[in-house]
């Protein structure tokens, strides 16, 4: 059967891409999986891995996305959705509704999450604070 997606088949192994600073985030790593190439833009996915301590985060922001998605792989992050502290665990998937105002305040060293987003080039858009934010965990 054609294909009539205009998508194009994409295999990336771990040891085809290295994770890579200049991302969205100076204190993340960025590792790019290849499917915003291959999706021709309509959708990126990549990991994302703690490089350094956290200490302002993310600041208030909210993205012009259609979807995202969060799975966290490794470790944990706390997150305010609103004016809602959210506990993001291994294995915990998050769904941020588009235009959802949040803010990743707390990470592990070891944090590490999968990211789809769509498009691939969604905006973020920073926001008036919606509450206060907790102190982070110190890495010792």
């Not at 993001?88 to 987003?117: N, T």
């Not at 769509?118 to 010792?140: G, L, Q, R």
Request: net charge negative.
């Amino acid at each position: 059967m054609l294909d009539k997606t205009g998508t194009l088949f994409s295999h990336v192994k771990a040891a085809d891409k290295d994770y890579v600073s200049g991302g969205l985030r100076d204190f993340f790593l960025y590792r790019d999986l290849g499917i915003a190439q291959a999706t021709h833009g309509k959708v990126i996915a990549h990991l994302v891995k703690a490089n350094m301590a956290p200490e302002k985060g993310t600041g208030w922001h909210r993205h012009e996305a259609d979807f995202q998605i969060v799975i966290m792989v490794k470790g944990w992050a706390k997150f305010m959705y609103e004016d809602k502290v959210t506990l993001v665990e291994a294995g915990d998937c998050v769904h941020q509704r588009p235009g959802i105002r949040h803010y990743l305040f707390d990470y592990s060293p070891d944090m590490e999450y999968l990211e789809i987003v769509s498009p691939a080039d969604f905006k973020t858009i920073e926001v008036d604070p919606v509450c206060e934010i907790p102190a982070p965990t110190p890495w010792n």
